[in-house]
């Protein structure tokens, strides 16, 4: 209700990156979408569903933790307030990808710093995958995370070369479209 509510930072942020996620759905060929964080975790708040007829299933609304998943792994990556969350809450296995030790997560963080993206392979379901990417506001804070998903057959990890770079220049479009602008942040 709270996204939904007319004249809410949360209508701005799903109606400025619409589009985006279009563009994102229709370059890759797979869903994108737009996640929100409250707690511990992320929830679905604008997506762009795709055209296949095997799809990874997404709703607006879908509610999801933090620890499994390329979206949760960004939010955990670039706000530690998040992170504090996913761990208080507990990291419980979702399958037998799932991360569940704080010393792996921790490196698998830093390697999402280091990037600028998360992907993942059945961390939160199996033969489901995603790549997902910052999306940061007006004074440069992580607002959202975009990415998109697919079942396994279609995203797998030799992919990622050829889907993250349109999964994160979607993300800079998105923040973009939120008055970030990186050379004031930077100086």
């Not at 209700?1 to 004249?7: E, K, L, N, S, T």
């Not at 390329?70 to 706000?79: E, H, L, Q, R, T």
């Not at 220049?169 to 939120?178: G, K, N, V």
Request: charged residues 20%; contains cysteine.
């Amino acid at each position: 209700m709270r996204w939904a509510a007319p004249g809410s930072f949360g209508l701005d942020l799903v109606q400025l990156t619409r589009p985006v996620l279009r563009d994102l759905r229709d370059q890759t060929g797979e869903t994108a979408c737009l996640y929100v964080r409250g707690g511990g975790f992320r929830t679905v708040v604008a997506l762009a569903e795709t055209r296949h007829v095997v799809m990874r299933l997404f709703m607006v609304g879908m509610v999801m933790v933090l620890h499994a998943g390329s979206a949760g792994k960004v939010f955990m990556a670039y706000d530690p307030a998040a992170r504090q969350a996913a761990v208080s809450q507990g990291l419980t296995r979702l399958t037998p990808r799932t991360t569940v030790g704080i010393d792996l997560l921790d490196k698998q963080l830093e390697e999402v710093r280091d990037l600028g993206y998360a992907a993942s392979f059945e961390e939160r379901d199996s033969g489901a995958a995603s790549i997902s990417a910052p999306v940061f506001g007006m004074s440069g804070e992580l607002v959202a995370v975009l990415g998109i998903g697919a079942p396994t057959q279609r995203l797998g990890p030799t992919d990622v070369g050829r889907l993250a770079p349109a999964v994160q220049a979607a993300a800079e479009r998105a923040s973009h479209q939120l008055g970030f602008r990186p050379a004031l942040k930077d100086g």
